[in-house]
C-alpha cells in the first residue's frame, strides 16, 4: 500500500469499502454541490437564449394602423405589419356572395367566412402563404389571382379565395387573420 | 486547522494581488479626470446612489414634467422612447396623453412625403433640431447635448448634473464671462453657454411639491439618472440574488475541495 | 502508432465507441483526469484555469453582443444603446462584455505574475512562456478594437492615438496609417475592420491558448518550489484534486466578477465614452483602459515619439527573450532572496506606471515614469543576467513531498505513512 503516495478513492471515487462513512459524505456533498452549479449554470443560458427574441422596441412596434379611406371596391392595399404583408381588400358583393355560398365541406381548413371577417366588405389577412411562407400574387389587378379569385402563391401552386381560405395546392392552412379592430369606419388597428 | 489557514491565506495572497491590480486602475482612472482642475461636486444624497438605492418614482415624474417643460425645447433624449415612460410609474393613458403633446416626423405617405404627426407609444423622444448645425445656428453657436445618457457620461454625474443646474451664481470679482456665457460654480471652466434656465415656480407640481430651484434640480436629476441606466434596479437586485446564490456554491464547493484534500498532507 | 481502432478502456458502449475511433476521451482522461500535477500548488494556479473560464464568457458574451451590433458610424452608438434598453438581458450581457475585459486583464496579469515569481517562464517550459505572451499581446489588440465598438469619443480618440503610433516609423508611418485607417481619418472603414478582427482574435486567442496548454502539458506544471516532480509520490492527479481546487477560486472569481458587473459596471470605465464620437473634438484628458496605462505611461516617459513607441513595444517584447535574459538555474524566487526584491521592486515600478500613465503628462508624473520605466526594463536586461551570476540562492529542498523535512530517510517514511493512516 505504501508504495503509492495516492490516496485512495482519489481519481475513482467507487469501490473504496474502507471508509463508507467518508465517501457517503462525499458523494452527497459532491452531488448536491454539482446540482447547485448545474442550477447555476442553467439560470446563465437563460438570459442568451432571452436575448434572442423580440427585442422591447421590436414587440412595441407590433401595431399598424391603416386608413381605408383611399381604397375602392374591389380594391386592395398591401401594408406592413411585423415586417410583413397585410392584404387589406375591400371586396365586391359578389366576391362576398361567393366565399359564403361555398359549402365547408369543399374546404381544406373549413372555416365560414363569417368567422374570418369582421365587417363584411374587408378582408384582412396575412399575406404569408401558410406553406412555406411566400407572398401570394393576387393584390395587383393585373396579378394572376388563381382559380377562385383569391390570390395564387407561384412559389408552390397554392389558391386561395375571396375569404383567403386555401382550396388547392400544398397550403394546410387558411391565410391567418390578425387580430385588428376598426378605431373608426375608415380606420382599422392591426395587431 | 493549519492547512485551512495557510490555503486561505494563499488564496487571499492572490485575491490581494488582483485587487491591487484592479484597485490601481481604479485609483488611476478616477483622479486621471480630474487632475486638470478638480472642483468639488457636494453629495446630493439621491435615493439611487449607493449600492442598493431606488429611484424615486415621485421625482422621476416631477423631473420628467421639467423636462418636458424646460429642457425639451433644446435637449434631445433620443436613446428613449415614450414607452419607457411606462417604467417610471406613469399608466399607459398618461404616457399616451404625454406622447401626443409631441408631434414627430413620419412618412413618407401615399403622396411620398413626410408629414408630422402625433407621437406614439413606440416613437423616440422627439429631437428639437433636425441636426447639429440647426441647433448650433439656433444656441449661439453652442450644441445642446442629448441627455440620454448624460449621467452616466460625466463623471459623479447625477450629483454634478444637480451641482451644474444649482451652481448659477455671481462669478468672483475679477472674473470675466464671456459674451454670450454664463458663470457657473460647477461647471469645467466655469463658463457655460446655456443660461441658468430654472427658476422658482417655473413649473407648477402636479403633486403639490414646492417647486424650488432645488427641487427641480433634484427632479430632473432624478429623471436622468434613471433614464441613464433604466436597468439599475434590476440589476442591483438580481446581482444581490447571484452573490448570494455564489457565496452558497462557493461554500460548498470548498466544502467538497476539504473533503478531496483531507487525506492528503501537505 | 499502429493502424487500426484505439485500444479504448471506457466502460460505456457508446462512449468506447467514439473513443476507439478518435480517442478524445482517453485523451481527456490523461490530461485532464489522471494528468500527475505537482502536489504542492498554492492559489495562485488558479489563474491560468480563470484565464480560460474568461475567454470562454468573452466568447459567449461577444457572439450574442454581435448579433445586436451595428458596426456603422452613424448607428454603433445608438446599437449598443439599443443593446442596454431594449434587448432582454442585453444590459447584462454587454456590461459582463465591458467588464469582464477588465478581469480577463487582471487574471492574466496575476497569472503572469505567479510565471515571473516562481520561474515558470524558464527550461524546459521557454515555448509555454513564449505562447503565453503571444496571448497578452493578442488579447491587447483585442481589447484595444473592442474598446472602439461603442463609437464613443474615447472610442474614437484611443482609436486615433493608438493608430498614429504607427506613424513613427519613417518613410512608410503614414502609409502604414492611412492603411490601418482604410482612409484618412479614423472612420467608418476603420470601425468596420475593427468589428471584423475583433470578432476574428478571440478565436485565434483560443487556438494559442490550445498551444498553451498542450505544450503545458508536454513539460509538466511547475510548482511553487519550482523543482521537479521526482516521482508520484510528488504529484497528484489533475482530478479530483486540482478540479476540486480550481472550482474554489472560480467561485470566488466569480463573486467578485458579479460585484464589479451588477454594482458598478461602469466603475472601471470613463465617463467619456457615453459621448458619442465627435472627429472635431478631442476630450480633455484622454487615457487609455486601465491595463494599458503601463505601456501608455512608458510611451510617454520617451521625449521622442519613435524612441516612445519602441519602447512601449521593447516593454512587451523583453519578455519573449526573459527565458535567456534570467541565467539562474533557480525557479522559485522563494529560493533567490536578492532577486526575489528585485522582482517585487519591478512589481512596484509596473504599479507605478500605471498610476503615472493615468495622470497629465507633466511634472513630476514625467520624471517618475522615466524612472520606473528605466527600472522596468534594467530588471530584466541588467538585473537579471547579473544576479544569474552572482547571487547564491538558498538550497533548494529534496522533492516536492519533503520540502521542509530535508535529509533524513525516516523522516520521508514517515512522511508518506501519514495519508494512509487518514485515508
Known amino acids: 500500500m505504501a508504495e503509492t503516495m495516492v490516496p485512495a478513492g482519489a481519481s475513482q471515487g467507487a469501490g473504496h469499502g474502507s471508509a463508507p462513512v467518508g465517501e457517503t459524505r462525499r458523494d452527497f456533498l459532491t452531488l448536491s454541490t454539482a446540482a447547485f452549479a448545474a442550477v447555476g449554470v442553467g439560470a446563465v443560458v437563460w438570459p442568451f437564449i432571452s436575448s434572442m427574441n423580440p427585442a422591447r422596441d421590436v414587440l412595441a412596434l407590433a401595431s399598424t394602423e391603416v386608413d381605408l379611406t383611399p381604397i375602392a371596391v374591389g380594391q386592395a392595399v398591401t401594408v406592413v405589419w411585423r415586417g410583413k404583408p397585410v392584404f387589406v381588400r375591400h371586396r365586391t358583393p359578389e366576391e362576398i356572395e361567393v366565399a359564403r355560398a361555398t359549402p365547408l365541406s369543399q374546404l381544406k381548413d373549413p372555416a365560414t367566412d363569417q368567422s374570418r371577417v369582421q365587417r363584411e366588405g374587408w378582408l384582412v389577412v396575412v399575406g404569408v402563404c401558410t406553406h412555406l411562407g411566400c407572398v401570394p400574387l393576387g393584390q395587383k389587378p393585373t396579378d394572376a389571382k388563381g382559380d377562385y379569385n383569391g390570390w395564387f402563391c407561384p412559389c408552390h401552386g397554392s389558391h386561395y379565395d375571396t375569404s383567403g381560405r386555401i382550396r388547392v395546392g400544398p397550403a394546410p392552412l387558411n391565410l391567418a387573420v390578425p387580430d385588428y379592430s376598426f378605431t373608426s369606419d375608415t380606420q382599422i388597428r392591426i395587431g | 486547522m493549519r492547512d485551512l489557514k495557510r490555503g486561505f491565506r494563499n488564496l487571499l495572497g492572490a485575491l490581494a494581488l488582483g485587487a491591487a491590480t484592479l484597485g490601481g486602475g481604479l485609483a488611476l482612472t478616477t483622479p486621471a479626470r480630474a487632475a486638470g482642475e478638480a472642483i468639488a461636486i457636494p453629495d446630493a444624497g439621491f435615493s439611487f446612489a449607493g449600492f442598493f438605492g431606488t429611484f424615486d418614482r415621485g421625482a422621476a415624474q416631477r423631473g420628467l414634467q421639467v423636462y418636458k417643460e424646460v429642457c425639451a425645447a433644446c435637449h434631445g433624449m433620443y436613446q428613449l422612447s415614450y414607452r419607457n415612460l411606462l417604467e417610471i410609474g406613469l399608466s399607459e393613458e398618461q404616457v399616451r396623453a404625454i406622447a401626443a403633446t409631441f408631434e414627430v416626423r413620419d412618412g413618407p405617405n401615399d403622396m411620398g412625403e413626410m408629414f408630422d404627426r402625433p407621437a406614439r407609444l413606440s416613437d423616440r423622444f422627439r429631437r428639437p433640431f433636425a441636426n447639429e448645425l440647426a441647433a448650433r445656428a439656433a444656441n449661439n453657436g453652442a450644441y445642446p447635448p442629448d441627455l440620454s445618457v448624460m449621467a452616466k457620461a460625466r463623471p459623479n454625474g447625477a450629483n454634478y448634473l444637480h451641482a451644474l443646474l444649482v451652481g448659477y451664481v455671481e462669478p468672483p470679482p475679477g472674473f470675466t464671462v464671456a459674451e454670450g456665457m454664463y458663470y457657473n460654480a460647477y461647471f469645467p471652466g466655469h463658463q457655460i453657454a446655456m443660461p441658468a434656465i430654472l427658476n422658482p415656480d417655473q413649473v407648477e407640481y402636479a403633486d403639490g411639491t414646492a417647486a424650488t430651484v432645488d427641487q427641480m434640480a433634484r427632479d430632473v436629476t432624478t429623471f436622468l439618472a434613471w433614464a441613464a441606466e433604466p436597468e439599475t434596479e434590476q440589476r442591483r437586485a438580481m446581482g444581490i440574488r447571484i452573490i448570494l446564490f455564489l457565496i452558497v456554491l462557493g461554500g460548498l464547493t470548498y466544502a467538497v475541495k476539504r473533503k478531496v484534500w483531507a487525506d492528503v498532507k501537505h | ?423
Request: glycine share 8%.
Open chain 3, 1 to 423: 502508432m499502429a493502424i487500426g481502432l484505439h485500444d479504448s478502456t471506457i466502460q460505456n458502449p457508446v462512449i468506447r465507441w467514439v473513443d476507439q475511433r478518435l480517442p478524445v476521451f482517453t485523451m481527456m482522461q490523461k490530461e485532464y483526469g489522471s494528468f500527475p500535477t505537482p502536489r504542492n500548488f498554492n492559489y495562485f494556479w488558479n489563474f491560468g484555469a480563470l484565464a480560460m473560464v474568461t475567454l470562454m464568457i468573452m466568447i459567449a458574451t461577444g457572439i450574442f453582443l454581435a448579433m445586436n451590433y451595428t458596426p456603422h458610424t452613424a448607428h454603433a452608438f445608438d446599437s449598443v444603446e439599443r443593446i442596454m434598453r431594449d434587448v432582454n438581458y442585453g444590459w447584462l450581457i454587454r456590461y459582463v462584455h465591458m467588464n469582464g475585459a477588465s478581469m480577463f486583464f487582471i487574471v492574466v496579469l496575476v497569472h503572469i505574475w505567479r510565471g515571473m515569481y516562481y520561474g515558470s517562464y524558464k527550461a524546459p517550459r521557454e515555448l509555454l512562456w513564449i505562447f503565453g505572451v503571444v496571448i497578452f499581446l493578442l488579447m491587447m489588440a483585442t481589447a484595444f478594437m473592442g474598446y472602439v465598438l461603442p463609437w464613443g469619443q474615447m472610442s474614437f480618440w484611443g482609436a486615433t492615438v493608438i493608430t498614429n503610433l504607427f506613424s513613427a516609423f519613417p518613410l512608410v508611418g503614414e502609409h502604414i496609417v492611412t492603411w490601418l485607417w482604410g482612409g484618412f481619418s479614423v472612420d467608418n472603414p476603420t470601425l468596420n475592420r475593427f468589428f471584423s478582427l475583433h470578432y476574428l482574435l478571440p478565436f485565434v486567442i483560443a487556438g494559442v491558448v490550445f498551444l498553451h496548454v498542450a505544450a503545458l502539458h508536454i513539460t509538466g506544471s511547475n510548482n511553487p518550489l519550482g523543482i521537479d516532480p521526482k516521482g508520484p509520490q510528488d504529484t497528484l492527479p489533475f482530478h479530483p484534486y486540482y478540479t476540486a481546487k480550481d472550482s474554489v477560486g472560480l467561485i470566488v472569481y466569480f463573486i467578485v466578477f458579479a460585484a464589479l458587473v451588477f454594482f458598478a459596471p461602469n466603475y472601471l470605465g470613463h465617463p467619456d465614452n457615453y459621448i458619442p464620437a465627435n472627429p472635431l473634438v478631442t476630450p480633455a484628458h484622454i487615457v487609455p483602459e486601465w491595463y494599458f496605462l503601463p505601456f501608455y505611461a512608458i510611451l510617454r516617459a520617451v521625449p521622442d515619439k519613435l524612441g516612445g513607441v519602441l519602447l512601449m513595444f521593447g516593454s512587451i517584447a523583453v519578455l519573449f527573450v526573459l527565458p535567456w535574459l534570467d541565467t539562474s538555474p533557480v525557479r522559485s524566487m522563494r529560493f533567490r532572496p536578492i532577486a526575489k526584491w528585485a522582482l517585487y521592486l519591478w512589481l512596484v515600478a509596473f504599479f507605478v506606471l500605471m498610476w503615472a500613465g493615468g495622470k497629465p503628462a507633466e511634472e513630476p508624473y514625467v520624471t517618475i515614469s522615466r524612472i520606473a520605466t528605466a527600472y522596468y526594463f534594467a530588471y530584466f536586461l541588467v538585473v537579471l543576467p547579473l544576479l544569474g551570476r552572482l547571487e547564491r540562492p538558498l538550497s533548494l529542498p529534496e522533492s516536492i513531498a519533503m520540502p521542509v523535512l530535508r535529509g533524513g530517510g525516516p523522516v520521508m517514511a514517515g512522511a508518506a505513512a501519514k495519508p494512509m493512516e487518514k485515508a
